[in-house]
């Protein structure tokens, strides 16, 4: 478990259920309702942040890069700007604001239940495509006024909602959204479909956050004194990552990744459970259990509709107190962080930190716990100043930054892709945009790296 070479052994659960008509009125009242109460807030920014209306590239000043994204949980829209200096593996990356939109209730109960595996008839998936293109519009449109940028000299990446649709005895992500509306309704050129395109160059479609993390946490160093940061990421599923230093003029080194546990997925199956009876929970009963379950060794988990929840429930059920979900779920995600970094993560060399990404239950709680068990510093998103739904975004602008930048490598071993670089769609802009993010792919830096060196 754990190792970069994992491969899935795909599980699949069969998810039917009637899905209720969108009212495209009430949904598009919905939409009017969001775009007025979209949540936003910039983070103090370092000198010379401001944009130049000139399209030269320079190495001194910031490029900008949009993110937005939508999780399988279908409840906001967030979004995230983040200035880039400099080019390639050398780049730094600052995260300069964030937002966010709450999707309306029609729409995100029907949203749900499509990623979980009903299709929607045509119709029906035309309209709520058109939804979500609009919600995310109001996400970049509110980002690029937050933060005063020119819309002509911006890029932005969008990450899902994504539905994974059995083809044969394969496996192929399914976008919902219109990326061309976004990108008319706001003249930005619009990179996406990350998955689909790792799919087709021979990839599993993910983990794919490990690239951006690594950028994201590993500013470029001419030395070696740097330290290995451990992310762990909350979300449906709980994933570690072990992010080496990042030297300049190196090739990139390996990232590993390890699946922890069930995250959001397992709180949502074990509100649905019978409690215990007065007096009869089996707590540390029901924790030993759930560590003997197969599937919690079986990665890779990074895609929640192969995860098997059914033992997780079964060995819940009639055993915990109303009172004690939440203390039993903290438990096992921090015992399931400390063994992946203890057993899975490598040892070679010391981890200076722990950053735990997201907005798990108690996040606090299980910081102090896990820092008190490994001596090392732990960090939350709050502690960096960014909100918990930074992720998603995130990936999504460092994944478009990748794109244009031509990066020499992917993280070819965590996902099979055969591609020597990040790869997606690039939907154009207006004219202007267009021009710069082609400028942008035209003078980047020619990789040099072998495909065996970058796997």
């Known amino acids: 478990m754990g190792t970069s070479c994992d491969r899935a052994r795909n599980r699949s659960q069969d998810v039917t259920s009637v899905f209720p008509r969108i009212d495209p009125h009430a949904a598009d009242r919905s939409l009017r309702e969001a775009s007025t109460a979209a949540n936003c807030r910039t983070l103090p920014l370092s000198e010379g942040a401001a944009v130049r209306s000139d399209a030269a590239i320079s190495l001194e000043r910031r490029r900008w890069f949009l993110g937005a994204s939508v999780g399988l949980r279908a409840s906001t829209v967030d979004g995230v700007v983040i200035a880039a200096r400099g080019r390639g593996l050398e780049a730094t990356v600052e995260i300069v604001s964030e937002g966010f939109v709450e999707l ?46 020119d819309a002509r000299q911006v890029a932005v990446g969008l990450s899902g909602p994504t539905a994974w649709r059995k083809i044969g005895d394969a496996w192929a992500p399914e976008t919902v959204g219109a990326p061309e509306l976004v990108a008319e309704a706001t003249g930005v050129t619009v990179i996406d479909a990350f998955a689909e395109r790792n799919v087709a160059a021979g990839g599993t479609g993910g983990p794919l956050d490990a690239l951006p993390l690594w950028l994201l946490f590993s500013p470029p160093q001419w ?99 109303d009172s004690q979900g939440e203390a039993l779920l903290r438990r096992f995600w921090q015992d399931q962080i400390l063994h992946a970094i203890r057993a899975d993560l490598p040892t070679s060399a010391a981890a200076q930190r722990i950053v735990l990404l997201g907005e798990p239950l108690g996040i606090d709680e299980m910081a102090e716990k896990i820092r008190q068990k490994t001596d090392l510093n732990v960090e939350t998103a709050y502690d960096l100043g960014w909100g918990p739904r930074i992720l998603g975004p995130a990936v999504a602008a460092l994944l478009a930054f990748s794109f244009l930048e031509r990066f020499p490598a992917d993280v070819t071993m965590l996902t099979g892709s055969k591609a020597a670089r990040v790869l997606g769609r690039a939907t154009p802009g207006s004219p202007a945009n267009w021009q710069y993010c082609l400028e942008q792919l035209a003078t980047a830096p020619s990789g040099k790296m072998p495909l065996r060196n970058a796997v």
Request: zero cysteines; charged letters at 25%; hydrophobic letters at 45%.
């Open 104 to 149: 309306p209730k029609p729409i995100a109960v029907t949203l749900r239940r499509h990623l979980h595996g009903d299709p929607l008839p045509l119709s029906e998936a035309a309209e709520l495509s058109r939804q979500i293109a609009e919600l995310q519009t109001v996400v970049v449109e509110r980002l690029l006024h937050e933060v005063d940028l």
């Open 223 to 321: 030395s070696s004194a740097g330290r290995p940061t451990i992310a762990v990421s909350f979300d449906e599923t709980i994933d570690a990552y072990f992010v080496p230093p990042r030297r300049v003029g190196v090739e990139i080194p390996p990232i590993f990744w390890s699946p922890v546990a069930p995250g959001r997925l397992l709180q949502d199956e074990l509100e649905q459970i019978q409690p215990a009876a007065a007096g009869k929970s089996k707590f540390d009963k029901v924790l030993s259990d759930w560590r003997e379950i197969d599937s919690l060794f079986q990665p890779p988990i990074w895609r929640p509709d192969l995860f098997d929840l059914a033992p997780f429930a079964a060995a819940a059920d009639g055993r915990v107190d």
